[in-house]
């Protein structure tokens, strides 16, 4: 059984294959105990699939984490939306009654939930071991870039545990162990896109993208696949994923990084350090 | 179904609650129907915290996290039920579930109606297409050779969801 079991969810593996290219190469370059998760579904998502049925977006959440909970330690997202869906999906089933009804429900399919259990966000990986990212870092990015957590890292808050809601800084040191400068701004607003009325969601984020133009930034550093749609759809500013930063700061080659699938063109400009 | 708390109380048993009828706008107080889970709406104070903080609200004015418990506690809920209805501008971002003063986590209201309006099929379409897609690819979005392509530009394997299992959905039944 391995420590790690990554689940790239749909999202990412469908729309946004870089985030998984960088965040594969960064779990090899640290030599993570880390295996793929097999047989598991969408988690489904906490916003859209939730608006329909709770019950069927607890039962299938569950019956993931059942499967996943027989190959590994801990369930490792790359997506916010998987990682609120098993965070909250964890916390409603500590309650016996809940999880006994679940239970009961994953019966008609052969599967059981007794916990067992962590969900680790590939962000707070990356800030969890943030000695080891560093050792690897071969080149300094030489970026001006506006760290955008997005929600559903953050909120609930009593599960998240994030340091700050409205100024969060616990990814910080990840871009800045890059070398990547982040501008002082509210990193912390929605990005629209969980909105089912598209003009909700263009409109904020384009507030979005005007707040981190207006703070000087030179590009948007994101850590959900939600975010990164919305904030690159407003056209404006390039947006990259924390693990695209990081995997260019460890090295990684540019079919690896992916930046030509993005729409909005940028290039990751890396200096390397000069061994001494 | 009792999954999600759905446990059906009277009021007068909790005990977490005063005993008025009318609340302080004079309104009356649907009071016995309410979802365990959304029993705290009775607390809410109609301070409007909530609409404050809403980003959806500052985009579409007809959205308001107040009313929307508002209309729980005068029980005119039912009128939000439709594919047209400001309850689907919400964007998820459990700001008011966060920083409500009395608890009341407006967004849970919200999420309880979206699924009323789902089961009376009053919701909109792309809501249904998501959960179709989910039950017959066990991903939520489409994906085509195209795609498998770019991914083995990368270095990456054949995406290949796994179908969840049939039996856990609970259809649409009333």
């Known amino acids: ?276 | 179904m009792d999954l999600c708390c759905w446990r059906i109380l009277p009021m007068a048993e909790s005990g977490e609650t005063d005993s008025a009828p009318r609340n302080e706008l004079g309104r009356k107080r649907q009071t016995s129907l309410l979802p365990q889970r959304l029993r705290r709406s009775l607390l809410c104070l109609q301070c409007a915290k909530c609409s404050g903080l809403c980003p959806a609200a500052r985009v579409n004015p007809d959205f308001n996290p107040r009313s929307i418990v508002l209309s729980l506690l005068d029980n005119t809920w039912t009128s939000l039920l439709s594919a047209d209805s400001p309850i689907w501008a919400c964007c998820v971002c459990l700001s008011c579930d966060e920083f409500c003063p009395q608890d009341v986590k407006p967004h849970e209201v919200v999420a309880w109606l979206r699924n009323e309006a789902f089961r009376k099929d009053s919701a909109p379409q792309s809501i249904t297409r998501l959960v179709g897609t989910v039950r017959s690819s066990g991903a939520s979005v489409a994906f085509g050779r195209g795609l498998q392509r770019r991914r083995e530009n990368l270095g990456l394997p054949e995406f290949s969801p796994t179908k969840p299992p049939d039996e856990l959905f609970s259809g649409n039944e009333p």
């Not at chain 1, 080659?253 to 699938?261: E, H, Y």
């Open chain 1, 1 to 276: 059984m391995s420590e790690f079991l990554l689940y790239t969810g749909c999202l990412i593996p469908a729309r946004f294959p870089q985030a998984e290219s960088s965040a594969r190469f960064i779990l090899n370059a640290l030599k993570a105990d880390v295996a793929d998760a097999k047989g598991l579904s969408c988690c489904p998502d906490p916003v859209m699939f939730r608006s329909a049925s709770e019950d069927d977006w607890l039962t299938i959440a569950t019956a993931n984490l059942a499967k996943a909970a027989t190959q590994g330690k801990k369930l490792l997202t790359i997506c916010s939306g998987c990682y609120e869906t098993f965070v909250d999906a964890c916390f409603r089933l500590e309650d016996a009654d809940v999880r006994a009804e679940v239970n009961k429900r994953l019966a008609k399919a052969g599967l059981r939930y007794d916990g067992g259990i962590e969900v680790v966000h590939f962000a707070r990986f990356l800030e969890q071991n943030i000695d080891a990212v560093k050792e690897r870092i071969k080149g300094e990015v030489l970026l001006r870039a506006a760290l955008f957590y997005g929600c559903h890292i953050l909120k609930p808050s009593s599960l998240m545990k994030p340091d700050s809601l409205r100024f969060p800084r616990f990814l910080h040191p990840v871009a800045e162990v890059c070398g990547v400068e982040l501008v002082e701004w509210d990193g912390s607003r929605c990005c629209g896109m969980g909105s089912a009325e598209a003009d909700v969601g263009k409109a904020l984020s384009d507030a979005v993208v005007s707040a981190a133009e207006e703070a000087g930034a030179d590009a948007l550093i994101v850590v959900c696949p939600f975010c990164f749609a919305g904030l690159e759809g407003v056209g404006r500013l390039p947006v990259l994923f924390l693990q695209q930063v990081v995997a260019a700061a460890m090295g990684a080659p540019k079919d690896v990084v992916g930046l030509a699938l993005h729409r909005v063109k940028t290039e990751i400009e890396v200096r390397e350090h000069v061994s001494a």
